[in-house]
């Protein structure tokens, strides 16, 4: 199967000083990180606060350019062919603030949708057809600041899938859904998104059991670098733990840093 | 695909400038105290045409009543980048824009647009009320030079914009261009008097102002109804900051996003 990401040999660290004449503290956000994810695949990047999740999703949708190393999305390097790639690319984030609150939620998609390049009529047929796919449409027409924090985040997938992306980058999927919700996404990602429509799903979460039920291969990360990846079947083999349960090979791998349930 | 941007942007801004009704209406009665301001200013002088205004052929009021309603569009240029990008950031809408695919400079020159027509919308009222409350005579106006003055000046000045916008991309807050051109390029400039009243030194400094140009010609077309050819030297001044500024603001804005993108600060505010 095609690889539809390729992460290669990619680090990052941040410089960082309080005032401009201090000495600038360096942060290593990812150490030559490998990886790749295949067409129709869901991939988890596993870890705990702080493990370089975030950044490496942001440099897979070029919101930060890495120190060393390449990016490609469905065969295009980022660096050489960036509009190309980030036309294969969707994008959720768990942040509310990415839309125009004073909008309706429609008039928000219908803007995004501009810039994805998507001709007008047919981002009003796909607007509809998402909302209807994923019980939102009788939101659509309200203002983004009266939705709840369920709706926002549904909104942010239904703009993720606007032009109809082959790579689907979603940073916490379920961050602050109640559980039915948390399990509709899911199941909407596994069933619709992933098995039905062949697209690749790679998402960053530091919630264990979300990993574990709906990804093919997951990613354990920590401090930036890679500790182990494969399927759970893989990540077993590979592990020293005493267990078998994600939580002991995820516990084991970062010393013990199980955050999330 | 680039006009669609650009009307994409503006029905945006345009749908959340009328969610917020009262401050229109602000907006329109703060011009009229300050054009109202400017008409009292002038009767205590006794509404003559002073020499240094002979030029021009028009009394205070006229003249500056044109040079504040124009330097909104100079206001426009150079604040509008600077200040939607700020927006954006602290909106939290910036990395989901950056995020299509569309070229930075196609998301920042859409961005300009909507402060173009606002700007056109407060010359607008400028206008109406000079023209229809206190008497203002704009019949002598050439229109063909107004349209390309205004041209190479939102050109001039959006290059410096883009400018201020780099301050933005780096710094978050604190750029230094949109105070210059505020505070030192509205005095220098003639926004409230012609240059002419300058001494010497002050004059040869204001000539390296384009805002000089700029308020010159659009006095000289608006109130003599100067053709292109008698404006020629005003023209060909703008054209060259226009050629220098716009590309030079462009080029330093990618860097500054680039920048931005390596230490991973795009989003922050």
New interface residues.
């Given amino acids: 199967m095609l690889n539809v990401i390729e992460v290669i040999n990619v680090s ?1 660290s ?2 960082t000083s309080r005032l401009p004449w201090q000495k600038k503290k360096v942060t290593v ?1 990812l150490r030559n990180v490998n990886l790749e994810a295949k067409e129709g695949e869901c991939f988890a990047l596993l870890g705990p606060n702080g493990a370089g999740k975030t ?1 490496l999703i ?1 440099i897979l ?5 890495p ?1 060393k190393g390449d990016v490609k999305i469905a065969g295009y390097n980022l660096k050489y062919h960036e ?2 790639a ?2 294969q ?1 969707g ?1 959720v ?1 768990g ?9 309706t939620g429609r ?1 928000n998609l ?3 949708a ?4 998507i001709p ?1 009529q047919l981002a009003k047929t796909r607007i509809s057809e998402l909302a209807e796919l994923l019980n939102i449409a009788e939101h659509l027409d309200k203002r983004f600041q009266e939705y709840s924090t369920g709706i926002k985040q549904m909104m942010a997938v239904t ?1 993720g899938l606007l ?1 109809d992306p082959s790579v689907l980058l979603i940073d916490e999927p379920t961050k602050s859904l109640d559980p039915n919700m948390a399990q509709n996404l899911r199941t909407f990602i596994k069933d619709e998104l992933v098995a039905k429509e062949r697209k690749t799903v790679f998402f960053a979460t530091h919630q264990i059991p979300e990993a574990e039920s709906i990804s093919n291969r997951i990613a354990i990360m920590d401090k930036g670098n890679i500790k182990s990846c494969g399927t759970l079947e893989e990540l077993r083999r590979h592990s020293r733990s005493s267990g078998d349960s994600l939580y002991e090979i995820f516990a084991e791998l970062t010393n013990g840093n199980v955050k999330g349930t | 695909m680039f006009l669609r941007k650009v009307f994409a942007f503006v029905k945006k801004e345009f749908l959340v400038e009328i969610s917020y009704r009262f401050a229109f209406l602000l907006h329109i009665f703060g011009t009229f105290t300050w054009i109202l301001t400017f008409y009292f200013i002038d009767r205590l002088f006794g509404s003559k045409i002073t020499p240094h205004l002979r030029p021009y052929g028009v009394n205070y009021f006229s003249y500056v009543l044109l040079s504040i309603a124009f330097f909104s569009y100079v206001g426009t240029g150079v604040g509008s980048f600077a200040a939607r990008i700020r927006n954006e950031q602290l909106m939290g809408t910036l990395e989901a824009l950056l995020a299509t695919p569309t070229k930075i400079s196609t998301i920042i020159i859409s961005m300009g647009f909507w402060s173009l027509i606002w700007a056109s919308i407060s010359v607008s009222i400028y206008l109406i009320f000079g023209a229809f409350l206190f008497g203002v005579d704009l019949t002598h106006t050439n229109l063909l030079s107004v349209l390309v003055v205004l041209l190479l000046t939102v050109t001039s000045f959006g290059g410096l914009g883009l400018l201020a916008a780099t301050f933005i991309m780096i710094l978050k807050r604190g750029q230094p261009v949109t105070w210059a051109v505020n505070t030192l390029f509205e005095l220098l400039g003639g926004v409230f008097f012609p240059i002419a009243v300058f001494p010497g030194w002050l004059r040869i400094i204001a000539r390296f102002i384009p805002v000089t140009y700029s308020i010159k010609a659009m006095q000289l077309a608006v109130h003599k109804g100067y053709s292109l050819r008698t404006l020629r030297l005003e023209i060909s001044a703008l054209l060259i900051f226009s050629a220098i500024l716009f590309p030079s603001g462009l080029l330093f804005f990618k860097w500054a996003v680039k920048r931005a993108k390596m230490n991973g600060s795009l989003a922050h505010y």
Avoid: M, P
């Fill in positions: 990052k941040f410089a956000a950044t942001k949708c070029s919101l930060i350019v120190d509009e190309l980030k036309s690319i994008l984030t942040e509310e603030r990415s839309f125009y609150w004073r909008l008039q219908q803007f995004f501009s810039f994805y390049n007008s703009r032009n």
